[in-house]
C-alpha cells in the first residue's frame, strides 16, 4: 500500500495531463497543476534554511575546522532573514515591497551581495588560468583539436581576434579568427548541440513513460 | 597619466612572460600564485587604459537589433532577468543597454525574474539608465512607461501560466501595486498582447524554457542575452529563427553597446576579457611548448 498508492497517483495525473494536451476542454488544466510546483517550492525554500542551519549549528557546535566561516554564514543568514521579514528601514510601512529602495534588504544587497557573488565567480578565471598552465596539454589528437578550438574562440570572441587578422584580404575574410569563431559556433557547435538536444528529448520521454508506468521506481527511495 | 603607466606595466608583464618561458621549458614551472598575478594585472590594467576596442558587430547581434528596429513607439517589451549577481558582469551590461535603447525608442518595457534577484538586479539597470540625460528629460512614470512585476517560483511552469494569464502569476508587481491598477498592464493579458520577448540568462530557468513555451506554444517574437557558456547551447534555437538575435557573453554586450550607440561597462570590461584571454593562451603554449620538450628528451 506504501507503494501502490503514489504509484498510482504517478500513473493518474501523468496520463491526465498527457490526454489533457489532446482534449481542448481540459487544455488549461497543465497550468492549474503548475501551481501545486509553487506550492511544493515554498516548502523547498525552508528545507533549504533549515538544512544550512542544520549543517552550520552543528559544525559551530563541535567546533569543526573553519567555524568562524559558519559564524558568518549563520549570522548572515539571520541578518538578511531578519531584514526581508520584519522590512528593516523600510521606507514604507510592513505591508511596502521587501526590495524598497532606502530598505537595509536591499542596500545589503546592493553593498555586500552583488560584490561579493560577483568576486567569488569571478575568482573561476584565475584557477581556469592556472589549471591552462598547468593541465591543458595537446597529448593526442582530440586535446589538440579541443585546443585550437579553444585558442579561436578565445581570441575570436575579443576584439584580438580582429586585430590579429585584419590583415587578411576580403576575399579570404573566412579565415579572419572572428569568422572562424562564428563558424565553429555554427556549425560543430550547433551540429553537437542538436544532436544533445534530440539525445535528451528522447531520453525525457523514455524517462517520463517508465516513471508513469511504474517501471522506474527510484524516486520512491527504492532503487531494486 | 595612469594610461601610461598601464602601457609600461603591461610592456613589463610581456618581458616577465619570455622569463617564465625559459623557467617552465627549462623544467621549472613558476608557481600558480604567480599565474593569479598576471590574471590580476590582465584583468585590471585595461580599466585604466583607453585603448579602442575595434569591436565587430556580429550577425547574431545584428538581427537582435533589427527585431528591436521594428518595434514602433509604444510597443510592449517583456524582459526577464533570469540570473543572479555572478553572471552580473557579463548580463548587466546587456541589461542597462536595453533599456537604454528601448527607454529612448519609447518603447514601454515590463520587467520580471524566475530567479529571485532578477528583478532587484532589473531595478539596478533601470536606474542606471534613468541617470542619462536624454532619457531623465523624458520624465518616465513608474507603472505607465515601465513595471517591474517581480519574481514569480515555479520555472517555465510560470511562463506556461503566463501563456494564459499574466495576472495569474503576478497579481501585484514588485512594488506591491494589484496588476489591474498598474496602467501600462491594463490592454495586457498574456504574450499575444506584448509585441518583444527579451530573456537574460545564466541558466535554468531562462532562454532555453522560454523559447520551448513562450515562442514554440504561445507564438511571443523573442530575443536573449545569454552568459559566454550559456550561449553555444542556445544556438540551435538561433538557427531555426526560433530566437531574433542574440548577445553571447561579454563581447555580445560590447557589441550591442556599439549598435545601439550606447558604450558602457561592456565596452570597458571587453578589453580586461581580451588581456585575459591572450594571459591564458599565453600561459597554455607556454605549457605545451615545456610539455613537448621535456616529451622529445624523453623519446
Known sequence: ????????????????????????????????????????????????????????????????????????????????????????????????????????????????????????????????????YRAFRAKNREATILLVAAFIILLGRTPFGMMLTAWIPDSWSVLQVPNLAIWIMNSPNLAGQRAILIGIGLGVVSMSLRIILGIERTYLGDDR | MASTIATILLILVGVSLLYIAYRTITGRPVERRIVFIYIALAVALPLFMTLPAPVQVTPDVERLYDALEELRPGSKVLVSFDYDPPSAPELQPMAV?????????????IVMGLWPQGPQLANLAIEEAMADQEIAAKNLEYGVDYVNLGFQSGNEF????????????????????????????????????????????????????????????????????????????????????????????????????????????????????????????????????????ERRKQE
Do not use: C
Not at chain 1, 503548475?34 to 542551519?53: E, K, P, R, S, Y
Not at chain 2, 543597454?97 to 518595457?109: E, G, I, N, P, T
Not at chain 2, 530566437?243 to 578589453?271: C, N, Q, R
Open chain 2, 158 to 293: 510560470v511562463i506556461q501560466a503566463m501563456g494564459t494569464q499574466f495576472k495569474r502569476m503576478f497579481p501585484q508587481d514588485d512594488r506591491r501595486i494589484p496588476y489591474d491598477s498598474i496602467p501600462l498592464m491594463a490592454n495586457v493579458t498574456n504574450f499575444s498582447n506584448v509585441d518583444f520577448v527579451f530573456n537574460l540568462s545564466s541558466g535554468k530557468p531562462g532562454t532555453i524554457e522560454w523559447v520551448q513555451i513562450a515562442v514554440d506554444r504561445f507564438g511571443a517574437t523573442m530575443g536573449a542575452g545569454n552568459t559566454a557558456v550559456q550561449a553555444p547551447q542556445v544556438y540551435p534555437y538561433l538557427r531555426a529563427k526560433q530566437l531574433h538575435g542574440l548577445l553571447g557573453g561579454m563581447s555580445g554586450a560590447a557589441e550591442f553597446e556599439k549598435i545601439v550607440e550606447e558604450p558602457g561597462d561592456g565596452t570597458t570590461f571587453i578589453l580586461s576579457q581580451m588581456f585575459a584571454h591572450a594571459i591564458v593562451i599565453l600561459f597554455v603554449i607556454i605549457g605545451n611548448a615545456a610539455f613537448f620538450t
Open chain 2, 97 to 109: 543597454a536595453f533599456m537604454k535603447y528601448a527607454f529612448k525608442h519609447d518603447l514601454r518595457v
Open chain 1, 1 to 132: 500500500m506504501r507503494r501502490q498508492v503514489p504509484l498510482f497517483i504517478t500513473f493518474f495525473v501523468g496520463t491526465l495531463l498527457i490526454v489533457s494536451v489532446f482534449i481542448p476542454p481540459m487544455e488549461n488544466l497543465g497550468e492549474d497543476f503548475t501551481l501545486f510546483f509553487d506550492i511544493i517550492a515554498v516548502f523547498a525554500f525552508f528545507l533549504g534554511g533549515g538544512n544550512l542551519l542544520r549543517v552550520h549549528l552543528t559544525k559551530l557546535y563541535r567546533k569543526s575546522p573553519d567555524w568562524g566561516f559558519s559564524v558568518v554564514t549563520v549570522v548572515g543568514f539571520f541578518l538578511m532573514l531578519a531584514a526581508g521579514l520584519f522590512k528593516i528601514g523600510n521606507p514604507g510601512d510592513i505591508s511596502a515591497s521587501v526590495t524598497a529602495e532606502g530598505s537595509m534588504f536591499q542596500t545589503m544587497f546592493n553593498n555586500v551581495v552583488l560584490p561579493l557573488q560577483s568576486t567569488m565567480y569571478a575568482l573561476l578565471a584565475f584557477f581556469i588560468a592556472s589549471a591552462s
